[in-house]
């Protein structure tokens, strides 16, 4: 299922609607909370000189943000969420694992399978290749980065030799961004094949799902 796409401006109103919702401790709103915060970095952004081209910016970031709402939904209706996104939503409640290991874990999800198909989708809606978008897609990228780096330094005051940094290790957000492109670039070329194209980007969807699982891996407790 597909949420509705809505404004920069009403899908930060839904991020801090959900995060009223639910407890602080639950997984997704652990990646909610970060998540909401990049969108109002890029809501500001957009209203100044930031992006060279702000409106095409703002359909991203609106078609990028609709993935994970999707995935909201589909888990209040009872539905499976996306194969990328099952690790978050099934052990949301787990005992013993830490907040960024939730943190990361959405931004897997988000980053190596929703923003490729994203940028591609806002291609099609603006007729636009994706060269043409990607300085701006650099540019989000330097947002998801700040913010990944802030929750890092505030969630991860451990010492050397706990397990938890093995965990986290495995999850590179440089890596995850120059594999989102290449998956743009991939995909971009198989869009005149939709057998293809959909094989491919099922097979995406399962594969990071499969490193979001390995992120939220427990840890012993104390």
Known sequence: ????????????DRMAELAAGWPA?????????????????????????????????????????????????????????????????????APNVHPLQFALAGMNAHIENDLPLAVLETCRLTGRAPERLHADYLRINSLLAEVEAQVRAALLPLPAGDPLLHIVGVWSIDRARDAAWASVLALWELHRLPPAFRLVADALSGSVGMVGRALLTPLSPN
């Open 1 to 12: 299922m597909t949420a509705p796409v809505l404004t920069v401006d009403q899908v930060v």
């Open 25 to 93: 401790a639950d997984g997704v709103a652990v990646f909610n909370a970060m998540y909401l915060t990049v969108t109002r970095l890029v809501q500001e952004r957009l209203a100044g000189a930031y992006f060279e081209d702000p409106a095409t910016m703002a359909e991203l970031d609106a078609v990028f943000a609709a993935r994970y709402l999707a995935a909201v939904d589909d888990d209040r209706a009872g539905r499976r969420p996306a194969a990328c996104w099952r690790p978050l939503f099934e052990l949301r409640a």
